[in-house]
């Protein structure tokens, strides 16, 4: 199993990026993806979560109506389009397979994770 995140860097305030996940080494449909993040002196957190096999999306209050997730899954690729970033949404993100098909932000139901790209936004 393998996940490969692209598409983080420095953006100002106000400002969007995507970030892309490449998957690989398993069934992509048959479990969800989500979209962690972490910031300095913080604790890991869900952002966003989508199950491949039938679109259902779920996300965190701090994103909600800024942050689309969606799935290629010919591709086998998830994306996080983030729009009106604010100095808040500064963190590596991590994209993570879970165990299960259904979306969800427990850690515990991850399995595993990619290395993570850095999102900066600036004042």
């Known amino acids: 199993v393998q996940l490969v995140e692209s598409g983080g860097g420095l953006v100002q305030a106000g400002g969007s990026l995507r970030l892309s996940c490449v998957a690989s080494g398993f069934p992509f449909e048959d479990y969800a993806i989500s979209w962690f993040r972490e910031a300095p002196g913080k604790e890991r957190e869900g952002v966003a979560s989508?199950?491949?096999?039938?679109?259902?999306?779920y996300y965190a209050d701090s994103v909600k109506g800024r942050f689309t997730i969606s799935s290629d899954n010919t591709k086998k690729t998830v994306y996080l389009q983030m729009k009106n970033l604010n100095t808040e949404d500064t963190a590596v993100y991590y994209c993570?397979?879970?165990?299960?098909?259904?979306?969800?932000?427990?850690?515990?139901?991850?399995?595993?994770w990619g290395q993570g790209t850095q999102v900066t936004v600036s004042s």
């Open positions: 989508i199950s491949p096999a039938d679109g259902i999306k």
């Open positions: 993570a397979k879970s165990r299960k098909r259904f979306v969800g932000f427990y850690l515990w139901e991850q399995d595993y």
